[in-house]
């Protein structure tokens, strides 16, 4: 088998996102409705601001904007977790950033799945947040090593999908049939099962630990538990989520509405209860599933972050009014926070990519150094700086998200030490830092820009 005859991983991804999102639409109606709503709101506003679509258009975002999701799962061991980081591989997905969700009270670690260079990015971005449960964090002994065993008992993966992981690996490719088999097999390990894998009391003790727990111990796998469309405006959204049937939480998460958006917003309605009928034929209830929608920014620089860790912290001692008198406070409280790209970019607050506009002539060469060069060519309007989206996640800052499909007030270990290497060890491999991929693709561009213009420097 020849590398030409191989489908792409970005195709994969593509095939296998939308069969998820078509799986999970059965699986949950409103996410339909939702994905029709962020839809109608997008068209709208891309509409009503022509500039905007042709940022976009210009930054070759647009495209992907319709197939642009997330989703969120959570696995049981490091087993489990191993051959999930292979599987992503086959689709160009790898383990991004550490996220200690022990912070905020729920007891896993996770990482997100995802592309990481431009072009796979403006092709699909399907990003898989992925969580590990940790059993070291149940207090109770005899708990843990129950749970421990039960999970032990099954495999989340069909056999087809472990033989298609391991052609993939030997061959370094997977051809059309096996891509479309790959597809089919891969998303059973994230189908919802109504059947419990445990009776109700064994339930009902791990949920008393903590509902997540019951949630990744007592089913036969991962079932992914939302999907999340990208709004172009999560205002307007979350405002006609009620004229379409749907109930949003109260509070929009992350920062505020801004003229250029920074980060991740989030919205979401609450999880349904779902029957489950547990071992020995006794019903259940069982809340997992939710939705959501999101708004997505400019990345941010460590500097920036750190700006915005240190608002958005001052905001949360109105998080208890409602939506909009939050939104106004915390628009008060980021008038501290630049709102103009180009400030954003001169402070050095958030990350861009720059673009070469048309080809080298006589008068651009000059022996100046890069970054004089740079700024030359941008007010010469030579060079173009894309801000970078922020392909990533807020879960911690947006505890509200995670918590919202537990049940209310959930105290947890906070104080559980972060264990990132354990994660790794898990992953088989180490985790992407985000911020080292937002800068290489930053000074990439960069380079790749001034070559362009000024030809190759020393
Ligand atoms: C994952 C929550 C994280 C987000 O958007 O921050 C997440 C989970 O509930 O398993 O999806
Ligand atoms: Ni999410």
Sequence with gaps: ??????????????????????????????????????????????????????????????????????????????????VLTRLFAVMGMAPVGYYDLAAAGVPVHSTAFRPVNTEALSINPFRLFTSLLRLDLIGDADLRERAA?????????????????????????????????????????????????????????????HRLIADVVCFRGPHINHLTPRTLDIDAAQAAMPEYGITPKAIIEGPPQRAVPILLRQTSFKALEESIRFAGDTEGRHTARFGEIEQRGVALTPDGRALYDRLLAAAQTYKSSSNADYQAALA????????????????????????????????????????????????AGRIKAHPIVYEDFLPVSAAGIFQSNLGNGEAGNGAAAASQAALEEALGRPVIDPFALYAEIEAESKRIALDTLLGPRA
């Design 332 to 379: 008060g409280i980021f008038e501290e926070f630049p709102d103009d790209l180009e400030t954003l970019r001169r402070r050095e607050l958030a990350y861009f990519r720059y673009e070469a506009v048309g080809e080298a002539t006589s008068d651009t060469a000059a022996p100046t150094d890069d970054h004089s060069a740079l700024e030359a060519l941008l007010a």
């Design 149 to 209: 065993d039960i999970l032990a008992q099954r495999d989340i993966f069909t056999p087809r999908v472990r033989e298609l992981i391991a052609r993939f690996e030997i061959d370094g490719g997977l051809a059309e049939a096996e891509a479309d088999e790959f597809v089919t097999e891969a998303i059973e390990t994230f189908r919802w099962h109504e059947n419990a894998t445990v009776d109700y009391a064994t339930y009902e003790a791990l949920a008393a630990e």
């Design 1 to 82: 088998m020849s590398a030409d005859s191989f489908v792409s991983a970005a195709s994969i991804r593509d095939r296998f996102a939308s069969a998820m999102s078509r799986m999970y639409q059965d699986e949950v109606p409103q996410y339909g409705t939702l994905l029709a709503l962020v839809a109608d709101i997008n068209a709208r506003t891309l509409a009503d601001d022509p500039a905007l679509a042709k940022r976009m258009a210009a930054a070759n975002e647009l495209d992907r904007l319709s197939v642009e999701r997330h989703g969120a799962i959570r696995v049981g061991t490091p087993a489990e977790l191993s």
